[in-house]
């Protein structure tokens, strides 16, 4: 071939390697844009509220209840290489399938994704409840695989403990924690879980008497933070946050974070985005859309740090470099 015959070749050759080098490098820096329903790739809402999101196999994996239709939701679960494109990976937790009960008597809420490293297992901690919410329980379902099958592994009141709303917390060293609303509504149960997250081994009240729920807790250099929201239904209300060194005791006396209504949301989950130039912690909120659920938004905002305080501004939308772990406006 001849130099003259070459070159075009050559310059389609490098065109298409500088537009694969940009693609990849905007790739890693996304916009999060609040206050949208998020689509997945099939064009279909994503439905996975209450949820949290976890890191595995260089991606992250979203799980939630689908509010598309019932009273009772399915749990789903859905992928993404950067925090916005959503694959729907199927239903991990089904009506009249994962339980003989699930649908005709309870119905899941709030379902939460662990890895367990020791068991290679992933576990699922959910509030497991009757329709008028008097059954007050939780739920442990367990595989092999992320994307199921899973089975039940207990359901019931964690050490005897009416408990409602509920979080995890995976603590740095692989200890887990689940941490429900308990005894009507009125403490924080921070239940300590076996080293196989299949059941409670220990329980310490927090908050008591203050009548707090959707607890999201984040360790950052051996600093707990908490944000939870009152008990108001559907309703937003004023998230407040509280910090301690240690999980079972210290909990600093409870302060306002964000707006009056914590911006239409209450919290899911907080996210950490480690990258190589820092870490950005991402607050997680569902926006209910209460009487119309399937139309709920996720929120998702970043937790900034003023005089070693957690703040949470409102932001319509906001930059996250995923590769570097940092955000800007
Ligand atoms: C909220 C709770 C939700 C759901 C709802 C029902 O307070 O966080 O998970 O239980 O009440 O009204």
Redesign the pocket.
Known sequence: MKLNQLLPTVAVAALLLTSTVGLAKRKHTVKIQNGLLWMDTEGRSVQAH?GNIIRHNGRWWLIGEDRSSSWNPDVNLYSSKDLQTWKFEGKVLENGVTHPELGRTRMI??PKLMYNKTTRKFVIWC?W?AKD?SASEAGVFESDAITGPYKTVWTGRPLDTKS??CNIFQDIDGTAYFISTTDENTNLGLFKLSPDYHQAVSKTLLQEGQRR??PAIVNIDGLYYMIS?A????DPNQAKLTTSRSLESGWTPLENIGDRIAFDT?ASSILTIQGTQGTTYIYVGDR?M?PDLPNSKIIMLPIEFENGKMVLRWRESWTLDLKRGTWSD
């Open positions: 209450g809420e709030r509030h409840e919410y409602r709303d729920e959707a929201s008990c108001t239904g559907w209450q209910w209460d």
